[in-house]
C-alpha cells in the first residue's frame, strides 16, 4: 500500500513539474562564468518583493547564514555501471512574516569542490514569504553527482531562518525519480 501511495505521489509531483516547467519557465543569464554555455533558468519570474539592491557599509546586519544543500545532477544504478541524470531545483524561501532576507551569493561547486558558477552576480531582497528558485538542466552534468550549492544570506533583524531546499527529478521514457535534500547550515552571521 505504501508503495502505491509513493507512486501516485510521485505521478503528481511530476505532472505539477512538467506542467510548471512548459508554460513558466523563463531563460536568464544570472551570471558569467567559464563555462558559458551554463545558464540559470529562474523558475519563477521575479516580483515586486524581490529586488536586486547594493549592499553599502552602513547596512546593519543583524543576522545571516551560509547553508550547504546537496545537489545530484545523476544517480548511478545497474552496479554503477549506468548513470540516470536528474533536473534539480535549489528553492530559497523567505519564512518571516513580516522581514525581509537578503540573498548575497548562490554560489554552484562541482564534486570535486570547484566552483563552476554563482547564479547571482548583485544581493536579492526577498519580502516576506517571497521564494526565489534556480533551476538546473537534465542535461547539465557538470556538477555530478557530489555537486551543491552554497546559499548565503543576512538580514537587517532577526528574522525565522529561510528554508533553502533541492528538488531532483529524473524522467526517461516510462521511467522517473524524484527526491529531495535539504539545506544545512555550515555558518552562521550573528552580530
Known amino acids: 500500500m505504501k508503495q502505491i501511495f509513493q507512486c501516485i505521489f510521485l505521478t503528481i509531483a511530476i505532472t505539477l513539474l512538467w506542467s510548471c516547467t512548459s508554460t513558466q519557465i523563463i531563460q536568464q543569464p544570472l551570471s558569467q562564468s567559464s563555462q558559458d554555455n551554463n545558464t540559470a533558468i529562474a523558475v519563477n519570474s521575479p516580483s515586486a518583493q524581490e529586488t536586486e539592491i ?16 546537496p545537489i545530484y ?23 518571516d512574516l513580516t522581514n525581509s532576507i537578503i540573498i548575497t551569493a548562490v554560489k554552484y561547486y562541482d564534486t570535486d569542490g570547484k566552483l563552476v558558477k554563482q547564479y547571482v552576480q548583485n544581493p536579492l531582497k526577498l519580502g516576506p514569504l517571497v521564494s526565489r528558485d534556480f533551476y538546473l538542466e537534465q542535461k547539465d552534468t557538470t556538477g ?19 528554508i533553502v531546499e533541492a528538488v531532483m527529478v529524473g524522467v526517461s521514457g516510462s521511467q522517473a525519480v524524484a527526491f529531495s535534500s535539504s539545506g544545512k547550515v555550515i555558518q552562521n552571521k550573528i552580530k
Open 54 to 69: 547594493i549592499l553599502t557599509e552602513n547596512l546593519e546586519i543583524a543576522t545571516g547564514q551560509t547553508i550547504y544543500v
Open 73 to 95: 545532477s545523476h544517480v548511478y544504478y545497474a552496479n554503477q555501471q549506468r548513470i540516470y541524470n536528474l533536473s534539480a531545483t535549489l528553492s530559497i524561501r523567505n519564512t
Open 144 to 162: 555530478g553527482s557530489g555537486a551543491n550549492f552554497l546559499v548565503e544570506w543576512v538580514a537587517e533583524k532577526q528574522v525565522n531562518e529561510p
